[in-house]
């Protein structure tokens, strides 16, 4: 089974929206089902458009 956890936020660099998803630890409830997840942060940016990072997570 796969899992994602997906998080978006505005005018921030995409990377911290990752970074926010392992500094509070919100995967951590997923662990009861697989170690392995798909970490997807999306920024949207006034000016500049949206941008999207992927990152394969193991917890």
Do not use: N
């Not at 997840?37 to 949206?50: A, C, F, N, R, W």
């Amino acid at each position: 089974m796969a899992f994602f956890l997906l998080l978006t936020s505005m005018d921030c660099q995409v990377g911290g929206a990752i970074a926010q998803i392992k500094d509070k630890q919100y995967a951590d409830w997923i662990r009861e089902y697989t170690s392995e997840i798909l970490l997807v942060g999306i920024s949207y940016d006034k000016k500049k458009g949206h941008a999207c990072f992927i990152e394969k997570y193991f917890i």
